[in-house]
């Protein structure tokens, strides 16, 4: 495998608790339509499908579609084999790979870093659990290999090697695009290490590894029984309350194809009126860390601040993803 998003995302996970700071000033969840043809945002802050190719792509006081953007990430996800059975798994970066709870820091980064061998016989395995192959005790030990990355500056010596004790194939739930999933799992446990890593069992062939990891702040959504309502996060807009409070208007652009669903959040900031004979540049604010984790639990049809998107057809095995091709969660409503 290739290491890149997926092992930076892991440092930044396990290596220390990491700050989700940064003043937001707008909310990008949106109202959303189906894009056939060109789009036509209307006054309110929904977008309605027009057929028109001449149709204005967006109003005046909204903000307008980012179709460069939009074609980018459907381009990502054109090759995702729909018709595949079982479906291919969308995991989320870095989640292949899960560590156990290290006693130190050492013995921390020796993993990061792939330092691993094996002191007993490792075991065999059938060839397929949950209708899934299944990958070998080799292979997984490999890919703890493989996907090893360099470690901090000023880290522990090369001299610190994990020792494989026991591995045994298990079930283990990963973050992927349809939720929290239990898949086949290789439960490693470590000499010295008082809990076991485990290592998603599921070939390169039945995962599915394009992923951005642009940090989306996309909300995660739920799907009706049916497969054809999917309900998102939704603020179409809110009005500034002071300087240091500013409003926004946003819109959600949704574009279909066979094998994803692209919602595309464009927001805009509605400034505070300044007084007479001030300016915002005249304000000191606060910097208050608005942060939202990613991703969030499913939300609820009719909870507060959530819209539904009927689709042209069951959502079935496409993946819905952000404007930036980062896959968002869907689980059942």
Known sequence: MVVSEARAGRW????????LVGLIVAVTVAIVSTRSGGRTPSADGSATASTDPTSPSASSDG???????????????????ISADPRPVVIYPGE???????????????????????????????????????????????????????????????????????MQLVRHTFSTDRGETALP???????????????????????????????????AGSISSDG????????????????????????????????????????????YPAASGSSQSDIVCAAIGRGRIYPQPPLSPGEADTKTIVLDQPLGNRVVVDQFGDALPVTPS
């Open 96 to 166: 292949d790979l899960q560590p156990g709870g290290f006693p130190d820091g050492d013995t921390k980064v020796a993993f990061m870093e792939g330092r691993v061998d094996v002191t007993a016989a490792l075991p065999s395995n059938p060839p397929t659990m949950d209708g899934y192959d299944v990958i070998s005790a080799a292979d997984a030990v490999q890919l703890m290999k493989d996907e090893a990355g360099p470690g901090p500056i000023g880290g522990p010596p090369d001299t610190v090697v994990l020792h494989i004790v026991d």
């Open 12 to 19: 930044r996970r396990w290596l220390g608790p990491v700050a």
């Open 228 to 271: 054809k309502s999917l309900t998102v996060g939704f603020v179409a807009r809110q009005d500034p309350t002071s300087p240091c409070d500013p409003g926004f208007a946003s819109q959600m652009y949704v574009t279909q194809t066979p094998t994803v669903i692209v919602l595309d959040m464009e927001t805009v900031s509605i400034p």
């Open 63 to 81: 903000p307008a579609p980012d179709d460069a953007k939009v074609a980018s990430a459907e381009a990502l996800w054109g090759s995702f084999p």
């Open 185 to 219: 799992a290789w439960q490693v446990t470590f000499d010295g290490v008082p809990s076991p890593a485990y290592v998603l069992a599921l070939p390169e062939a039945e995962r599915f590894s394009v992923q951005p990891n642009n940090g989306s702040t996309g909300s």
